[in-house]
Protein backbone atom coordinates (compact mmCIF):
# COMPACT_ATOMS: atom_id res chain seq x y z
CA UNK A 1 0.00 0.00 0.00
CA UNK A 2 1.54 3.21 -0.89
CA UNK A 3 2.29 5.95 1.71
CA UNK A 4 0.15 8.77 2.52
CA UNK A 5 0.98 11.90 0.56
CA UNK A 6 0.60 14.23 3.87
CA UNK A 7 1.14 17.98 2.17
CA UNK A 8 -1.33 16.41 -0.60
CA UNK A 9 -3.71 15.51 1.08
CA UNK A 10 -3.94 18.86 3.64
CA UNK A 11 -3.83 20.55 0.11
CA UNK A 12 -6.74 18.47 -1.33
CA UNK A 13 -8.89 18.36 2.19
CA UNK A 14 -8.21 22.53 2.29
CA UNK A 15 -8.85 23.48 -0.92
CA UNK A 16 -12.29 21.53 -1.10
CA UNK A 17 -13.44 22.89 2.37
CA UNK A 18 -12.02 26.19 1.38
CA UNK A 19 -14.57 25.76 -1.45
CA UNK A 20 -17.32 24.35 0.59
CA UNK A 21 -17.10 27.13 3.44
CA UNK A 22 -17.22 29.90 0.47
CA UNK A 23 -20.67 27.84 -0.82
CA UNK A 24 -21.58 27.76 3.37
CA UNK A 25 -20.91 31.66 3.31
CA UNK A 26 -23.34 32.14 0.07
CA UNK A 27 -25.46 30.43 2.18
CA UNK A 28 -25.71 31.92 5.26
CA UNK A 29 -25.69 35.53 3.39
CA UNK A 30 -28.90 34.49 2.13
CA UNK A 31 -30.25 32.97 5.44
CA UNK A 32 -28.93 36.23 6.92
CA UNK A 33 -31.05 38.57 4.09
CA UNK A 34 -34.28 36.36 4.25
CA UNK A 35 -34.12 35.06 8.03
CA UNK A 36 -31.95 37.94 10.27
CA UNK A 37 -31.33 37.22 13.19
CA UNK A 38 -35.57 36.42 14.06
CA UNK A 39 -37.45 33.40 15.39
CA UNK A 40 -37.94 31.64 12.14
CA UNK A 41 -33.89 31.69 11.98
CA UNK A 42 -33.22 30.80 15.41
CA UNK A 43 -35.55 27.88 15.33
CA UNK A 44 -33.62 26.30 12.19
CA UNK A 45 -30.51 26.90 13.65
CA UNK A 46 -31.14 24.85 16.19
CA UNK A 47 -33.47 22.32 14.56
CA UNK A 48 -30.04 21.68 12.39
CA UNK A 49 -28.01 21.43 15.01
CA UNK A 50 -29.74 18.85 16.69
CA UNK A 51 -28.72 16.13 13.62
CA UNK A 52 -25.15 18.08 13.17
CA UNK A 53 -24.16 17.85 17.15
CA UNK A 54 -24.79 13.81 17.38
CA UNK A 55 -22.98 13.28 13.76
CA UNK A 56 -20.37 14.88 15.74
CA UNK A 57 -21.02 12.58 18.17
CA UNK A 58 -21.43 9.08 16.69
CA UNK A 59 -19.63 9.47 13.51
CA UNK A 60 -17.23 12.22 13.81
CA UNK A 61 -16.07 11.79 17.05
CA UNK A 62 -16.71 8.71 18.89
CA UNK A 63 -16.63 6.17 15.94
CA UNK A 64 -14.29 7.40 13.62
CA UNK A 65 -11.72 8.45 15.88
CA UNK A 66 -11.56 4.88 17.20
CA UNK A 67 -12.21 3.29 13.74
CA UNK A 68 -10.28 5.41 11.49
CA UNK A 69 -7.02 3.95 13.07
CA UNK A 70 -8.02 0.19 13.40
CA UNK A 71 -8.72 0.72 9.83
CA UNK A 72 -5.76 1.86 9.09
CA UNK A 73 -3.46 -0.46 10.63
CA UNK A 74 -5.10 -3.65 8.91
CA UNK A 75 -4.64 -1.66 5.53
CA UNK A 76 -0.98 -1.20 6.44
CA UNK A 77 -1.06 -4.79 7.36
CA UNK A 78 -2.47 -6.18 4.56
CA UNK A 79 -5.30 -7.85 6.29
CA UNK A 80 -9.07 -8.04 4.87
CA UNK A 81 -9.77 -4.18 5.94
CA UNK A 82 -13.01 -4.41 3.64
CA UNK A 83 -14.24 -7.32 6.11
CA UNK A 84 -13.94 -4.89 9.12
CA UNK A 85 -15.22 -1.68 7.43
CA UNK A 86 -18.42 -3.48 5.55
CA UNK A 87 -18.97 -5.18 9.25
CA UNK A 88 -18.63 -1.33 10.69
CA UNK A 89 -21.25 -0.38 8.29
CA UNK A 90 -23.81 -2.55 8.98
CA UNK A 91 -23.65 -2.05 12.49
CA UNK A 92 -23.80 1.77 12.17
CA UNK A 93 -26.51 1.40 9.88
CA UNK A 94 -29.10 -1.10 12.53
CA UNK A 95 -27.93 1.43 15.17
CA UNK A 96 -28.38 5.07 14.02
CA UNK A 97 -32.02 3.79 12.27
CA UNK A 98 -33.00 3.04 15.77
CA UNK A 99 -31.46 6.38 17.35
CA UNK A 100 -33.01 8.37 14.45
CA UNK A 101 -37.24 7.28 15.03
CA UNK A 102 -36.33 7.98 18.88
CA UNK A 103 -34.94 11.32 17.98
CA UNK A 104 -38.08 12.52 16.01
CA UNK A 105 -40.68 10.85 18.78
CA UNK A 106 -38.28 12.78 21.21
CA UNK A 107 -37.94 16.23 19.39
CA UNK A 108 -39.93 18.30 22.06
CA UNK A 109 -37.60 17.48 24.71
CA UNK A 110 -34.33 17.77 22.37
CA UNK A 111 -35.09 20.70 21.87
CA UNK A 112 -35.74 22.20 25.05
CA UNK A 113 -32.60 20.50 26.16
CA UNK A 114 -30.46 22.66 23.37
CA UNK A 115 -33.05 25.94 23.67
CA UNK A 116 -34.81 26.09 27.03
CA UNK A 117 -35.32 29.78 26.55
CA UNK A 118 -37.69 29.20 23.13
CA UNK A 119 -40.27 27.65 25.57
CA UNK A 120 -42.21 30.22 26.30
CA UNK A 121 -42.59 31.11 22.40
CA UNK A 122 -43.30 30.59 19.13
CA UNK A 123 -39.49 29.43 18.44
CA UNK A 124 -40.20 26.34 20.60
CA UNK A 125 -42.50 24.84 17.94
CA UNK A 126 -40.89 25.82 14.80
CA UNK A 127 -38.06 24.46 15.75
CA UNK A 128 -39.79 20.95 17.13
CA UNK A 129 -41.40 21.01 13.42
CA UNK A 130 -37.82 21.67 11.54
CA UNK A 131 -35.70 19.28 13.99
CA UNK A 132 -38.46 16.26 12.94
CA UNK A 133 -37.71 16.89 8.77
CA UNK A 134 -34.18 17.81 9.57
CA UNK A 135 -33.27 14.66 12.00
CA UNK A 136 -33.23 11.99 9.62
CA UNK A 137 -29.45 13.35 8.39
CA UNK A 138 -27.90 12.01 11.35
CA UNK A 139 -28.36 8.24 9.65
CA UNK A 140 -27.04 9.53 6.01
CA UNK A 141 -24.56 11.38 7.31
CA UNK A 142 -23.15 9.27 10.00
CA UNK A 143 -22.87 6.41 6.98
CA UNK A 144 -21.18 9.01 4.85
CA UNK A 145 -18.13 9.55 7.50
CA UNK A 146 -17.48 6.33 7.74
CA UNK A 147 -17.15 5.94 4.41
CA UNK A 148 -15.19 9.14 3.96
CA UNK A 149 -13.00 7.23 6.76
CA UNK A 150 -12.05 4.46 4.80
CA UNK A 151 -11.24 6.76 1.83
CA UNK A 152 -9.26 9.07 3.80
CA UNK A 153 -7.21 6.05 5.48
CA UNK A 154 -6.27 4.53 1.55
CA UNK A 155 -4.97 7.95 0.76
CA UNK A 156 -7.87 8.80 -1.07
CA UNK A 157 -9.68 12.89 -0.05
CA UNK A 158 -11.05 13.97 -3.02
CA UNK A 159 -14.74 12.25 -2.39
CA UNK A 160 -15.10 13.01 1.21
CA UNK A 161 -13.92 16.58 1.28
CA UNK A 162 -15.95 17.61 -2.21
CA UNK A 163 -19.40 16.06 0.15
CA UNK A 164 -19.70 19.13 2.40
CA UNK A 165 -20.13 21.39 -1.36
CA UNK A 166 -23.26 19.80 -2.02
CA UNK A 167 -24.74 20.03 1.04
CA UNK A 168 -24.71 24.02 1.20
CA UNK A 169 -25.43 24.01 -2.83
CA UNK A 170 -28.82 21.84 -1.55
CA UNK A 171 -28.90 24.91 1.09
CA UNK A 172 -28.80 27.39 -1.64
CA UNK A 173 -31.34 25.81 -4.19
CA UNK A 174 -33.39 25.15 -1.19
CA UNK A 175 -32.93 29.11 -0.13
CA UNK A 176 -34.47 30.53 -3.39
CA UNK A 177 -37.09 27.58 -3.65
CA UNK A 178 -38.62 28.68 -0.43
CA UNK A 179 -38.69 32.54 -1.04
CA UNK A 180 -39.98 31.85 -4.89
CA UNK A 181 -43.11 29.74 -3.32
CA UNK A 182 -44.24 31.81 -0.36
CA UNK A 183 -46.28 30.68 2.37
CA UNK A 184 -49.68 30.72 3.25
CA UNK A 185 -50.15 33.50 5.68
CA UNK A 186 -53.08 31.53 7.91
CA UNK A 187 -50.11 29.19 8.90
CA UNK A 188 -47.96 31.81 10.13
CA UNK A 189 -47.99 30.51 14.16
CA UNK A 190 -48.70 34.02 14.87
CA UNK A 191 -45.47 35.18 13.72
CA UNK A 192 -47.50 38.09 11.40
CA UNK A 193 -48.42 37.88 7.94
CA UNK A 194 -44.91 40.03 7.02
CA UNK A 195 -43.10 36.76 8.14
CA UNK A 196 -44.85 34.35 5.43
CA UNK A 197 -42.08 34.97 3.09
CA UNK A 198 -39.68 33.31 6.23
CA UNK A 199 -41.52 30.69 7.40
CA UNK A 200 -41.45 29.25 3.98
CA UNK A 201 -37.85 29.95 3.37
CA UNK A 202 -37.62 28.07 6.89
CA UNK A 203 -39.70 25.37 6.13
CA UNK A 204 -37.63 24.23 2.57
CA UNK A 205 -34.29 24.62 4.41
CA UNK A 206 -35.40 22.23 6.85
CA UNK A 207 -36.95 19.78 3.99
CA UNK A 208 -33.53 20.08 2.38
CA UNK A 209 -31.13 18.63 5.28
CA UNK A 210 -32.04 14.86 5.49
CA UNK A 211 -32.01 15.08 1.11
CA UNK A 212 -28.36 16.93 1.09
CA UNK A 213 -27.17 13.58 3.68
CA UNK A 214 -28.24 10.80 1.14
CA UNK A 215 -26.40 13.02 -1.47
CA UNK A 216 -23.18 13.13 0.17
CA UNK A 217 -23.33 9.35 0.91
CA UNK A 218 -24.12 8.33 -2.39
CA UNK A 219 -21.15 10.36 -3.70
CA UNK A 220 -18.95 9.00 -0.80
CA UNK A 221 -20.34 5.45 -1.48
CA UNK A 222 -19.56 5.34 -5.00
CA UNK A 223 -16.41 6.59 -4.77
CA UNK A 224 -15.31 3.88 -2.16
CA UNK A 225 -17.34 1.28 -4.70
CA UNK A 226 -14.43 2.19 -7.28
CA UNK A 227 -11.96 2.19 -4.82
CA UNK A 228 -12.65 -1.68 -4.16
CA UNK A 229 -14.78 -1.35 -1.01
CA UNK A 230 -18.30 -2.79 -1.83
CA UNK A 231 -20.30 -1.48 1.20
CA UNK A 232 -23.68 -2.57 1.46
CA UNK A 233 -26.50 -2.93 4.06
CA UNK A 234 -26.62 -6.26 5.91
CA UNK A 235 -28.03 -7.86 9.04
CA UNK A 236 -25.06 -6.52 11.90
CA UNK A 237 -23.02 -9.00 13.55
CA UNK A 238 -21.02 -8.63 16.73
CA UNK A 239 -18.00 -9.58 15.71
CA UNK A 240 -14.64 -9.99 18.03
CA UNK A 241 -13.28 -6.86 16.41
CA UNK A 242 -16.68 -4.76 17.07
CA UNK A 243 -16.17 -5.49 20.05
CA UNK A 244 -12.64 -4.07 20.13
CA UNK A 245 -14.18 -0.78 18.35
CA UNK A 246 -17.01 -0.35 20.57
CA UNK A 247 -14.44 -0.73 23.87
CA UNK A 248 -12.34 1.96 21.95
CA UNK A 249 -15.20 4.14 21.10
CA UNK A 250 -16.84 4.09 24.30
CA UNK A 251 -14.16 6.92 25.66
CA UNK A 252 -13.94 8.47 22.81
CA UNK A 253 -18.26 8.72 22.64
CA UNK A 254 -17.93 10.09 26.06
CA UNK A 255 -15.72 12.37 25.21
CA UNK A 256 -18.04 13.51 22.42
CA UNK A 257 -20.64 14.00 24.90
CA UNK A 258 -18.51 16.56 27.15
CA UNK A 259 -17.86 18.24 23.42
CA UNK A 260 -21.54 18.61 22.76
CA UNK A 261 -22.18 19.47 26.25
CA UNK A 262 -19.82 22.94 25.72
CA UNK A 263 -22.09 23.73 22.94
CA UNK A 264 -25.32 23.15 24.97
CA UNK A 265 -23.71 25.20 27.62
CA UNK A 266 -22.95 28.03 24.35
CA UNK A 267 -27.18 27.47 23.02
CA UNK A 268 -28.71 27.60 26.73
CA UNK A 269 -27.21 30.70 27.39
CA UNK A 270 -27.19 32.08 24.16
CA UNK A 271 -31.18 31.43 24.17
CA UNK A 272 -32.16 33.56 27.02
CA UNK A 273 -31.16 36.51 25.14
CA UNK A 274 -32.48 37.58 21.81
CA UNK A 275 -31.20 37.37 18.75
CA UNK A 276 -28.10 35.71 20.52
CA UNK A 277 -28.31 32.19 18.81
CA UNK A 278 -28.29 33.54 15.55
CA UNK A 279 -25.43 36.07 16.45
CA UNK A 280 -23.09 33.09 17.48
CA UNK A 281 -24.26 30.98 14.74
CA UNK A 282 -22.99 33.77 11.93
CA UNK A 283 -19.88 34.40 14.11
CA UNK A 284 -19.06 30.77 14.40
CA UNK A 285 -19.31 30.79 10.17
CA UNK A 286 -16.57 33.12 9.90
CA UNK A 287 -14.09 31.51 12.59
CA UNK A 288 -15.02 27.71 11.24
CA UNK A 289 -13.56 29.30 7.54
CA UNK A 290 -9.83 29.07 8.45
CA UNK A 291 -10.53 26.56 11.30
CA UNK A 292 -12.30 24.46 8.66
CA UNK A 293 -9.83 24.23 6.10
CA UNK A 294 -6.94 24.18 8.28
CA UNK A 295 -8.29 22.14 11.20
CA UNK A 296 -10.33 19.36 9.14
CA UNK A 297 -7.57 18.80 6.36
CA UNK A 298 -4.76 18.30 10.02
CA UNK A 299 -7.33 15.99 11.33
CA UNK A 300 -8.09 14.00 8.18
CA UNK A 301 -4.92 13.72 6.73
CA UNK A 302 -3.03 12.92 10.19
CA UNK A 303 -4.91 10.55 11.89
CA UNK A 304 -4.27 7.85 9.54
CA UNK A 305 -0.78 8.73 8.65
CA UNK A 306 0.31 8.55 12.51
CA UNK A 307 -1.56 4.80 12.69
CA UNK A 308 0.17 3.45 9.52
CA UNK A 309 3.72 4.97 10.66
CA UNK A 310 3.24 3.63 14.31
CA UNK A 311 2.26 -0.03 12.40
CA UNK A 312 4.99 0.23 10.59
CA UNK A 313 7.57 1.45 13.48
CA UNK A 314 8.16 4.62 11.86
CA UNK A 315 8.72 6.72 15.10
CA UNK A 316 10.70 9.23 13.37
CA UNK A 317 8.40 9.79 10.23
CA UNK A 318 5.38 10.17 12.91
CA UNK A 319 7.00 12.72 14.60
CA UNK A 320 7.86 14.61 11.69
CA UNK A 321 4.70 14.33 10.59
CA UNK A 322 3.18 16.02 13.75
CA UNK A 323 5.85 18.36 13.68
CA UNK A 324 5.22 19.52 10.16
CA UNK A 325 1.19 19.54 10.36
CA UNK A 326 1.25 21.45 13.59
CA UNK A 327 3.72 24.03 11.57
CA UNK A 328 1.70 24.71 8.93
CA UNK A 329 -1.33 24.54 11.33
CA UNK A 330 -0.30 27.68 13.17
CA UNK A 331 1.43 29.31 9.98
CA UNK A 332 -2.29 29.27 8.53
CA UNK A 333 -4.33 30.05 11.44
CA UNK A 334 -2.53 32.42 13.81
CA UNK A 335 -2.36 35.10 10.91
CA UNK A 336 -6.36 34.32 10.54
CA UNK A 337 -7.17 34.73 14.06
CA UNK A 338 -5.39 37.97 14.22
CA UNK A 339 -7.59 39.27 11.40
CA UNK A 340 -10.67 37.93 13.18
CA UNK A 341 -9.47 40.08 16.08
CA UNK A 342 -8.55 43.32 14.66
CA UNK A 343 -11.52 43.75 11.50
CA UNK A 344 -14.58 41.73 12.72
CA UNK A 345 -16.33 45.09 12.42
CA UNK A 346 -15.64 45.18 8.07
CA UNK A 347 -16.09 41.42 7.75
CA UNK A 348 -19.66 40.79 9.31
CA UNK A 349 -20.87 44.12 7.98
CA UNK A 350 -19.56 43.50 4.50
CA UNK A 351 -21.20 39.87 4.59
CA UNK A 352 -23.73 39.71 6.54
CA UNK A 353 -25.60 43.29 7.05
CA UNK A 354 -28.18 43.89 4.95
CA UNK A 355 -32.02 42.90 4.28
CA UNK A 356 -33.31 41.90 7.83
CA UNK A 357 -29.64 41.61 9.49
CA UNK A 358 -29.48 44.87 11.29
CA UNK A 359 -26.51 47.24 12.55
CA UNK A 360 -27.29 45.95 15.91
CA UNK A 361 -27.12 42.72 14.66
CA UNK A 362 -23.24 43.39 12.89
CA UNK A 363 -22.30 44.85 16.22
CA UNK A 364 -23.00 41.95 18.09
CA UNK A 365 -22.13 39.07 15.84
CA UNK A 366 -18.74 41.31 15.31
CA UNK A 367 -17.95 41.19 19.01
CA UNK A 368 -18.69 37.34 19.44
CA UNK A 369 -16.25 36.56 16.01
CA UNK A 370 -12.84 38.56 18.19
CA UNK A 371 -13.15 36.02 21.02
CA UNK A 372 -13.74 32.90 19.14
CA UNK A 373 -10.89 34.80 17.20
CA UNK A 374 -8.71 34.00 20.05
CA UNK A 375 -9.19 30.81 20.59
CA UNK A 376 -8.50 29.86 16.70
CA UNK A 377 -5.14 28.81 17.65
CA UNK A 378 -6.13 26.41 19.88
CA UNK A 379 -8.86 24.96 17.94
CA UNK A 380 -6.34 24.15 15.20
CA UNK A 381 -4.08 23.04 17.82
CA UNK A 382 -6.16 19.83 19.18
CA UNK A 383 -6.61 18.72 15.58
CA UNK A 384 -3.03 18.35 15.74
CA UNK A 385 -2.33 16.89 18.71
CA UNK A 386 -5.82 14.93 19.10
CA UNK A 387 -3.90 12.41 16.50
CA UNK A 388 -1.33 11.41 19.13
CA UNK A 389 -3.65 9.54 21.74
CA UNK A 390 -6.01 8.32 18.79
CA UNK A 391 -3.36 6.64 16.41
CA UNK A 392 -2.42 4.84 19.68
CA UNK A 393 -5.74 3.67 20.02
CA UNK A 394 -5.59 5.81 23.62
CA UNK A 395 -9.28 7.39 23.61
CA UNK A 396 -9.48 7.81 27.40
CA UNK A 397 -6.88 10.18 27.79
CA UNK A 398 -8.56 12.96 25.79
CA UNK A 399 -11.85 12.18 27.47
CA UNK A 400 -10.82 12.95 30.92
CA UNK A 401 -9.15 16.20 29.24
CA UNK A 402 -12.58 17.31 27.40
CA UNK A 403 -14.28 16.99 31.01
CA UNK A 404 -11.79 19.08 32.70
CA UNK A 405 -12.21 21.93 29.15
CA UNK A 406 -15.91 21.04 29.64
CA UNK A 407 -15.44 22.31 33.38
CA UNK A 408 -14.06 25.50 32.59
CA UNK A 409 -16.64 26.39 29.84
CA UNK A 410 -19.33 25.84 32.45
CA UNK A 411 -17.93 27.86 34.85
CA UNK A 412 -17.21 30.91 32.66
CA UNK A 413 -20.21 30.73 30.15
CA UNK A 414 -23.03 30.37 32.88
CA UNK A 415 -20.81 32.43 36.06
CA UNK A 416 -20.20 35.43 33.82
CA UNK A 417 -23.64 35.61 31.46
CA UNK A 418 -25.33 37.99 33.82
CA UNK A 419 -22.70 39.90 34.09
CA UNK A 420 -21.74 40.24 30.33
CA UNK A 421 -24.83 38.73 28.77
CA UNK A 422 -24.21 36.37 25.87
CA UNK A 423 -20.81 36.38 24.90
CA UNK A 424 -20.11 34.73 28.15
CA UNK A 425 -21.03 31.78 25.86
CA UNK A 426 -18.16 32.48 23.32
CA UNK A 427 -15.74 33.33 25.87
CA UNK A 428 -16.39 30.61 27.32
CA UNK A 429 -15.88 28.25 24.20
CA UNK A 430 -12.16 29.68 23.58
CA UNK A 431 -10.54 29.76 27.25
CA UNK A 432 -12.68 25.53 27.20
CA UNK A 433 -10.16 25.45 23.93
CA UNK A 434 -7.18 26.58 24.97
CA UNK A 435 -7.24 24.32 28.64
CA UNK A 436 -7.91 21.15 26.34
CA UNK A 437 -4.52 22.14 24.14
CA UNK A 438 -2.72 22.61 27.49
CA UNK A 439 -3.78 19.10 28.82
CA UNK A 440 -3.76 17.22 25.51
CA UNK A 441 -0.04 18.91 25.00
CA UNK A 442 0.54 17.88 28.88
CA UNK A 443 -0.69 14.49 28.21
CA UNK A 444 1.42 13.53 25.36
CA UNK A 445 4.81 14.19 27.14
CA UNK A 446 4.54 10.47 28.14
CA UNK A 447 5.01 9.38 24.36
CA UNK A 448 8.73 10.68 24.37
CA UNK A 449 10.40 11.73 21.10
CA UNK A 450 7.70 10.51 18.85
CA UNK A 451 5.35 13.39 20.01
CA UNK A 452 8.39 16.33 20.95
CA UNK A 453 8.29 19.88 18.95
CA UNK A 454 11.32 19.49 17.06
CA UNK A 455 14.15 22.57 16.46
CA UNK A 456 12.59 24.06 13.14
CA UNK A 457 9.10 24.22 14.82
CA UNK A 458 10.20 25.99 17.60
CA UNK A 459 12.52 28.43 15.84
CA UNK A 460 9.60 29.22 13.48
CA UNK A 461 6.87 29.70 15.72
CA UNK A 462 7.70 33.05 17.42
CA UNK A 463 8.43 34.06 13.32
CA UNK A 464 5.11 32.99 12.87
CA UNK A 465 3.42 35.13 15.23
CA UNK A 466 5.70 38.16 14.56
CA UNK A 467 4.82 38.23 10.86
CA UNK A 468 0.98 38.06 12.12
CA UNK A 469 1.37 41.11 13.98
CA UNK A 470 2.57 43.13 11.45
CA UNK A 471 0.01 42.11 9.52
CA UNK A 472 -2.22 43.01 12.06
CA UNK A 473 -0.92 46.99 12.09
CA UNK A 474 -1.36 46.80 8.51
CA UNK A 475 -4.99 45.53 8.73
CA UNK A 476 -6.13 48.42 11.03
CA UNK A 477 -4.63 50.92 9.10
CA UNK A 478 -5.94 49.93 5.58
CA UNK A 479 -9.67 49.02 7.22
CA UNK A 480 -9.59 52.89 8.63
CA UNK A 481 -8.23 54.62 5.56
CA UNK A 482 -10.79 51.55 3.50
CA UNK A 483 -14.02 52.55 5.50
CA UNK A 484 -16.05 54.87 3.75
CA UNK A 485 -15.62 52.32 0.76
CA UNK A 486 -16.94 49.30 2.87
CA UNK A 487 -19.83 51.51 4.18
CA UNK A 488 -20.91 51.79 0.32
CA UNK A 489 -22.75 49.39 -0.96
CA UNK A 490 -22.31 48.99 -5.04
CA UNK A 491 -18.17 48.81 -3.66
CA UNK A 492 -18.20 47.22 0.16
CA UNK A 493 -17.78 43.59 -1.60
CA UNK A 494 -14.17 45.01 -3.58
CA UNK A 495 -13.49 47.14 -0.82
CA UNK A 496 -13.37 44.04 1.17
CA UNK A 497 -11.37 42.09 -1.20
CA UNK A 498 -8.81 44.67 -0.85
CA UNK A 499 -8.42 44.70 2.41
CA UNK A 500 -8.36 40.79 2.50
CA UNK A 501 -5.68 41.05 -0.04
CA UNK A 502 -3.34 43.50 1.16
CA UNK A 503 -3.30 41.92 4.83
CA UNK A 504 -2.65 38.16 3.22
CA UNK A 505 0.25 40.02 0.90
CA UNK A 506 1.46 42.08 3.91
CA UNK A 507 2.16 38.47 5.66
CA UNK A 508 3.26 36.71 3.74
CA UNK A 509 5.79 39.35 2.76
CA UNK A 510 6.63 39.71 6.19
CA UNK A 511 7.04 35.85 6.69
CA UNK A 512 9.43 35.64 4.30
CA UNK A 513 11.57 38.56 5.71
CA UNK A 514 11.12 37.04 9.18
CA UNK A 515 11.75 33.27 7.90
CA UNK A 516 8.90 32.39 9.07
CA UNK A 517 8.51 30.23 5.89
CA UNK A 518 9.89 29.17 3.16
CA UNK A 519 7.87 28.72 -0.29
CA UNK A 520 10.42 26.48 -1.98
CA UNK A 521 10.31 24.14 1.36
CA UNK A 522 6.40 23.96 0.39
CA UNK A 523 7.03 23.41 -3.46
CA UNK A 524 9.32 20.63 -2.31
CA UNK A 525 6.81 19.01 -0.19
CA UNK A 526 4.11 19.49 -2.74
CA UNK A 527 6.10 17.06 -5.13
CA UNK A 528 6.94 14.54 -2.82
Known amino acids: MKPIRLVQGFLTVGIWTLLSRVFGFARDIMIAGYL ?16 NMFRRFFAEGAFNMAFVPMFSKKVEAGEDAERFAQEAFAGMAFLLTIFTVIGILAMPGLVFAMASGFAEDERFELAVEYGRLAFPYILFISLAALVSGVLNATG ?21 AGAAMG ?5 SLGLGIDRALGLRVGDTLAASVPLAGLVQLGLVWIAAKRAGFHLRLARPRLTPELKKLAVIAAPAALAGGVVQINLLVGRQVASF ?13 LYQLPLGVVGIAVGVVLLPDLSRRLRAGDEAGGRDAFNRAAEMSLALTIPAAVALVVI ?17 DTMATALAVAVYGLGLPAFVLQKALQPLFFAREDTRSPF ?18 P ?19 WLLWRGSRSMGHAAEWDDRFRHRLWRICGASALMGALLLGTAALLGPFLATASVRYLALALLVAIGMAGYFGFGQLLGAFRLAEFRRAVRR
Open 419 to 437: VIGFIAAALGTTLAGWAMV
Open 183 to 187: RDPSE
Open 273 to 285: FEGAVAWLNYADR
Open 344 to 360: PVPLVSVLFERGAFTTD
Open 36 to 51: GAGPVAEAFLVAFSLP
Open 156 to 176: RFMAAAAAPVLLNVIFIVAVL
Open 400 to 417: RYALAAMLVNVVVAVGLA
